[in-house]
T-cell receptor
C-alpha cells in the first residue's frame, strides 16, 4: 500500500492564483482531513470528511474549499492565493473518528508571493 | 488561551538519558490524547495513544492526569534516533475539535 499520497510536493504561487492540492489514500479509510502547519506551530485542521460526499469545516477553513467524490480522493482547493496561505499542507486519513490513528501524507510546501 | 500547550524546547540530552515532556490542555471535556513524532520536514507519525491508566511501549511511557489536565511522555535510554519534534494531540467531544500542540523538540547527542 502507498498509504496517503499528496501532489505536488512543492509549489510557488503568485497572489490571486488558484490551485488544487491533491490527496489520495489507498487504505479504504472513510475519514480524511486537511491540515496546515505554519513554521514552529502545530497543525490546524482546515476541512475534514467522514465519507464520500460529506465534508465539514475545521478550525481554519477560510480561503479553502474541498470535495470528496470518492473514498480515495480528497482534494483541497485554494481559489485566490494570499501570502497568509504560505504553509505546509498535510492530508491525513483514519479508520475512525477522533480516537483513531491518523496516517499522514508527506505534505505539500506552498509559498505564495 | 491555547487549547494545547507544550514547551517548545529544545531539550538537549546525551544518549542514554531519560527525558520527559509535558503537555497541558484547556478543555476538561477532552476525550482522546496522543503523542505524535515529527522528523524535520516530514509528516507526523503516531508514537502512541495515551490511555487513562497510562501505557508503555518499550522505552516510551505516556501518562494522563485528568485532574491537572496534562499528559506526559517519558523516554528512557534515549537514542540518537529519538531526535525529533514530539507533538501532543488532544481530541474534544466534537469531531472537528482536534488540536495539535506546537511540539517539543528533542536533540539527543552522542
Amino acid at each position: 500500500n502507498a498509504g496517503v499520497t499528496q501532489t505536488p510536493k512543492f509549489r510557488i504561487l503568485k497572489i490571486g492564483q488558484s490551485m488544487t492540492l491533491q490527496c489520495t489514500q489507498d487504505m479504504n479509510h472513510n475519514y480524511m482531513y486537511w491540515y496546515r502547519q505554519d513554521p514552529g506551530m502545530g497543525l490546524k485542521l482546515i476541512y475534514y470528511s467522514v465519507g464520500a460526499g460529506i465534508t465539514d469545516k475545521g478550525e481554519v477553513p477560510n480561503g479553502y474549499n474541498v470535495s470528496r467524490s470518492t473514498t480515495e480522493d480528497f482534494p483541497l482547493r485554494l481559489e485566490l492565493a494570499a501570502p497568509s496561505q504560505t504553509s505546509v499542507y498535510f492530508c491525513a486519513s483514519s479508520w475512525q473518528l477522533g480516537t483513531d490513528t491518523q496516517y499522514f501524507g508527506p505534505g505539500t510546501r506552498l509559498t505564495v508571493l | 488561551r491555547k487549547e494545547v500547550e507544550q514547551d517548545p524546547g529544545p531539550f538537549n540530552v546525551p544518549e542514554g538519558a531519560t527525558v520527559a515532556f509535558n503537555c497541558t490542555y484547556s478543555n476538561s471535556a477532552s476525550q482522546s490524547f496522543f503523542w505524535y513524532r515529527q522528523d524535520c520536514r516530514k509528516e507526523p507519525k503516531l508514537l502512541m495513544s495515551v490511555y487513562s491508566s497510562g501505557n508503555e511501549d518499550g522505552r516510551f511511557t505516556a501518562q494522563l492526569n485528568r485532574a491537572s489536565q496534562y499528559i506526559s511522555l517519558l523516554i528512557r535510554d534515549s537514542k540518537l534516533s529519538d531526535s525529533a519534534t514530539y507533538l501532543c494531540v488532544v481530541n474534544e467531544d466534537n469531531f472537528n475539535k482536534f488540536y495539535f500542540g506546537s511540539g517539543t523538540k528533542l536533540n539527543v547527542k552522542p
